[in-house]
């Protein structure tokens, strides 16, 4: 599912924008952990699958180098 996300996401705007925006993402929700942690578990839940939903978006950087 995300193949086709990413592929579309590509076609639009360019590989190197859903590349770098993916890798971003995670990094900024991987930086917010603690914060996230100290707040509430159900914001730390929230991050967490956040940073699984961009690492799935990774599977959209494969489709991206491929367009």
């Known amino acids: 599912m995300t193949q086709v996300v990413g592929g579309r996401l590509a076609e639009r705007y360019g590989a ?24 509430h578990y159900g914001v ?4 967490r699958a956040m940073q699984g939903f961009f690492q799935v978006s990774n599977t959209l950087i494969y489709v991206n180098t491929h367009t």
């Open 16 to 39: 190197k924008w859903v590349f770098g925006v993916s890798i971003l993402s995670g990094g900024v929700a991987n930086l917010l952990t603690p914060t996230a942690a100290r707040l």
């Open 44 to 47: 730390l839940i929230a991050l």
